[in-house]
Nanobody, 116 residues
Framework: QVQVVESGGGLAQPGESLRLSCAAF????????MQWYRQAPGKERELVGS????????YFVDSVKGRFTISRDMNQNTMYLQMNNLRPEDTAVYSC?????????WGHGTQVTVSS
């Protein structure tokens, strides 16, 4: 059974940092794509960034470039999202997925709230 579990969300003040984790268990492949999404209140879900099994990273949201860093520990089947200099507009539910060969599994998400 495949499980995808996010952790590390919470409340932060503007300018602070948070680190999110996304762990995948039971996926039947070793090389798979992992992606971070976020959905802010009243807005559509957007793709924040992705990382391949070989470590190729793409960021899709201009406002996070230079502030957010995606990384991956292949041994632990875990992806990270280091979020620095957080802004109120980063408030969202952050979720991740793993994908390969037509298989796609999502985690339940973790809430990030940036507020003073």
């Amino acid at each position: 059974q495949v499980q995808v579990v996010e952790s590390g969300g919470g409340l932060a003040q503007p300018g602070e940092s948070l680190r999110l984790s996304c762990a995948a268990f039971g996926f039947p492949y070793k090389d798979y794509l992992m992606q971070w999404y976020r959905q802010a209140p009243g807005k559509e879900r957007e793709l924040v960034g992705s990382i391949t099994a070989t470590g190729s990273i793409t960021y899709f949201v201009d406002s996070v470039k230079g502030r957010f860093t995606i990384s991956r520990d292949m041994n632990q089947n875990t992806m990270y999202l280091q979020m620095n200099n957080l802004r109120p507009e980063d408030t969202a539910v952050y979720s991740c997925n793993v994908a390969r060969s037509g298989l796609l599994y999502w985690g339940h998400g973790t809430q990030v709230t940036v507020s003073s």
